[in-house]
């Protein structure tokens, strides 16, 4: 069995303040949703944060496999509990891959490390408080899905988590004598208001705590997957009081009498984020055992809310479930990302919609940032050598003052994990420097030899916005961003930087930028959509296969998107009918393959004040890398049309050669400028 991910023994620790959170230990007795992703991905987006702001960062996540649920799933799948968390833990490790999040230690709760924490910190405790743990017999109903014990009575009661009927439990458990720790966990709520956040959380704790203890059964007799109990080997450990042990283990708990090396480095915990449902077992018990064991308390729990489908929490049973993987391939991680911190105030309930989803994904992606990054840097190509320009000594401040503005205003929304404002006032930048271009219209000034100091300093401050942009949206949105710092030249990682030691004209000039990768492609909702629900329905019901246009080669022609030369029909045309096509010079910036198609190219073409995304069937003629920098022509003023779920917004025109209808391209033997016009 795959042991938890461990940093390098001896690396040396930095000097750094240190931060270290943790997501929920996810339950691996099946597949992770959009609702598992969310937690993980707000964490990701913390951890880098906190990295790009000078911290040594840990941040654990894992799988909890222990447990009577876990038994039942293999046991219905016939085969055993190990086969099933083996299975079920790559599916999270692929996941979380897929989703490029930034972890540094991942626990399995079936590791040997484990067992031996979880023992150790029981017998640290029963040294350390004695009368903390005592054996009794219990009776009482539980909820096996939702790992809770709902009643302390034989009569019948639902869980208040999933509203299903609790099961009667009469066994012997070794318990822990939770009432003792009331007035110690008031005194932490009082002492550390931010214990639990947000603020309400806070106040339902209180309330539940204040309302008096319960003592809780803290092993099992009935289950036997489990870690065993020291020296009483007919009980394991309560699938709780071993799961929540795993922020402990994560970081080497396990080794020598006090931790390791590591745990010592970076216990207490700084966050453990969690959803609102399992609120009181990260605020309650874990603190009380913690206390009875004699370890640091960690310093915040944050609670957040659910994301609902169609209001109301997504839940497998009721089959209102969302799957991050095909939101991933269709629209790319960011969008997913960019969507769950955007769309919803962070703590509170938020409402999942996939056409909510793609509308983000179109209006402030594609249409925004992607268009803001293309523009400049075409231009930057264009006018400038290709290089970052040379303004004069004096240059305009607005732009300036407004990234040290947004800079200060996102930072401090970022440490309050208030998401969706810090977006908000990132966009505000977004949006300036789209009308400070509008505004001082560069192409315009690049005809004007006399304008060509303005014309440099409006570069260079569009330039210098985007390089802070780059640097405020690498927590949320790596991938895009690592292009933009590519495409800007900058020669070290994005997410080494510190964004608190950057200043504003920091850009040399005359340094030569990068190969900009397009980011963020447009789409169609609708089609977008069923790609979307296809691939959901496949995850739903594997057997079954979904077979739809989009996926049968048959359905898209060799030349697709390629203007082929006369067509035999012999009609003939008016002048006024020629007139309404726009043709125009148009220079290939990258070309890349579409997956699952061998005929046809996904092309980022400049035509001149802007660079469009063209779908052109040229597979069978050229290489990607082939077409980069040739000048092609373009039919500009067609309407979009989908191919293989691609939009392609124009037209390249090339001959067909031969019987097989080979695409030739048309090109220039004169040097020919994007954007002119055919005539």
Known sequence: MTEPYFRPPGQPKSHKPTYYLTTPIYYANSRPHVGSAYTTIVCDVIARHKRMCNYDVAYLTGTDEHGVNIERAAEKLGISPSELVDRNYKIFIDLWKLLGISYTNFIRTTSTQHAVAVQKIVRRTMRRSPNAIYKK?????????????????????????????????????????????????????ARNPNFVRPDFRLNEVRSFVESGLKDISISRKSVRWGIPWPD?????????????????????????????????????????????EILRFHAVYWPAFLIAAEIPLPRQVFAHGWLLFEQEKMSKSKGNVAYAE?????????????YLLRETVFGQDGNFSRDALITRYNADL????????????????????GKIPRPPMIRDQQI???????????????????????????????????????????WDLASQPDERERLMEVLYNACEGLRFLALLLHPVLPNATDKIWAGLGRPTRLEDQQVDETTFGSLLPGEPIGKFEAVYPRVEKKEASERIEAMEEEIRNPAATVKTAANDPATVPPTAGVAAGPSTAGGKISIDDFLKVEMRAGVVKSAERIQGADKILKLMVDIGEEVRQIVAGLAVSYQPEELIGKKVVVV????????????????????????????????????????????
């Open 326 to 338: 095909p939101i991933v391939k269709v629209l790319g991680n960011d969008a997913l990302r960019y």
């Open 636 to 679: 500009a003023n067609l309407a979009p049309r989908k191919l293989r779920g691609v939009e392609s917004n124009g037209m390249i025109v090339a001959a067909s050669v031969g019987p097989e209808g080979k695409p030739v391209l048309c090109t220039f033997t004169e040097d020919v400028p994007a954007g002119a016009k055919l005539k």
């Open 366 to 385: 594609a249409n925004g940032l992607g268009n803001l990054a293309s523009r400049i840097l075409t231009m930057v190509e264009r006018y400038c050598d």
């Open 137 to 189: 017999k219990y009776e009482g109903r539980y909820c096996v899905y939702d790992n809770l014990f709902i009643s302390d009575t034989a009569e019948p009661a639902n869980c208040p988590i999933c509203g299903r009927p609790g099961e009667l439990i009469s066994e012997e458990n070794y318990f822990f004598r939770l009432s003792d720790y009331k007035d110690d966990l008031l005194a932490l709520y």
């Open 400 to 442: 300036a003052i407004l990234t040290e503005t947004t800079r200060a205003e996102t930072r401090m929304a970022f440490d309050n994990f208030e998401f969706s404002l810090g977006l908000e006032k990132i966009w505000v930048l977004v949006s300036a420097l789209d009308k400070y271009l509008t505004e001082n219209k560069p």
């Open 232 to 276: 009483d080997p007919e009980h394991v450990f309560y699938v709780w009081y071993d799961a929540l042990t795993s922020y402990l283990t994560g970081i080497g708990f396990a080794e020598g009498p006090d931790g390791s090396e590591e745990f010592r480095h970076y216990w207490p915990a700084n966050l453990h984020m969690i959803g609102k």
